[in-house]
């Protein structure tokens, strides 16, 4: 099963809006709604942010939205806060029963 | 609310074996299944392998099939993972999975537990 393909680095100023792309396959991103992003912190560990493409857990800001298209799932991050500095990866359900992850995109605010 | 509570660092020679475990503190893991997922030094995460405790059903990434097993008791699990290689080297986490309609988002996750692989 092949790493979701993610953008290595997004960057945005205070107050922007930015999205993260996570692209995979049929047997993947396309054929479930099992699509989750998690948030890391340096030196933390993940932390759920979306589950079944657009749901928030309690507690996680409105602003994190997700949504997806065909193979593609994206996660946007509305009014970037610098808090908002973080890594992000996605998490797809597969048509082996098992899970994969993207390679992680790194969020920059500058 | 349940918290996960792993097992501390581990040092091993390549070709053993380790085990890392997994305790849930305040709460049970009632029917959810437990994921293992490590990360490797300054690499993305990648995923191992999950458990339903209550039923002791696992599903495994093939690049570990044969490699890890995992087993679960009423309040700990366990992730076995022999014939360590250097590149085994990564953080290793637990992680619940509580939200969704297929149980696939994980949240909590545990604190992590270094595994290093060296002669």
């Known amino acids: 099963q092949s790493a979701l393909t993610q953008p290595a680095s997004v960057s945005g100023s205070p107050g922007q809006s930015i999205t993260i792309s996570c692209t995979g396959t049929?047997?993947?991103?396309?054929?479930?709604?099992?699509v989750s992003w998690y948030q890391q912190h340096p030196g933390k560990g993940p932390k759920l942010i979306i589950y079944?493409?657009?749901n928030r857990p309690s507690g996680v800001s409105t602003r994190f939205s997700g949504s997806k298209s065909g193979s593609t799932a994206s996660l946007t991050i509305s009014a970037l806060q610098p808090e908002d500095e973080a890594d992000y990866y996605c998490?797809?359900?597969?048509?082996?029963?098992?899970?994969?992850f993207g390679g992680g995109t790194k969020v920059t605010v500058l | 609310q349940v918290q996960l509570v792993q097992s501390g660092a581990e040092v091993k020679k390549p070709g053993s074996s380790v085990r890392v475990s997994c305790k849930t503190a305040?709460?049970?893991?009632?029917?959810?299944?437990i994921a293992w997922v490590r990360q490797a030094p300054g690499q993305g995460l990648e995923w191992i392998g999950r458990?339903?405790?209550?039923?002791?059903t696992t599903t495994f990434a093939q690049r570990f099939q044969g490699r890890v097993t995992l087993t679960a008791d009423e309040s700990t699990v366990y992730m076995d993972l022999s014939t360590l290689r250097s590149d085994d080297t990564a953080l290793y986490f637990c992680?619940?999975?509580?939200?969704?309609?297929?149980?696939?988002?994980?949240?909590?996750w545990g604190q992590g537990t270094l595994v290093s692989v060296s002669s």
């Open positions: 992680a619940l999975g509580r939200y969704g309609s297929g149980n696939y988002g994980f949240d909590p």
């Open positions: 305040r709460g049970t893991f009632s029917s959810y299944p």
């Open positions: 458990i339903i405790p209550t039923f002791g």
């Open positions: 049929s047997s993947d991103v396309g054929g479930y709604s099992f």
């Open positions: 079944d493409v657009s």
């Open positions: 998490s797809s359900y597969t048509a082996s029963d098992t899970q994969v």
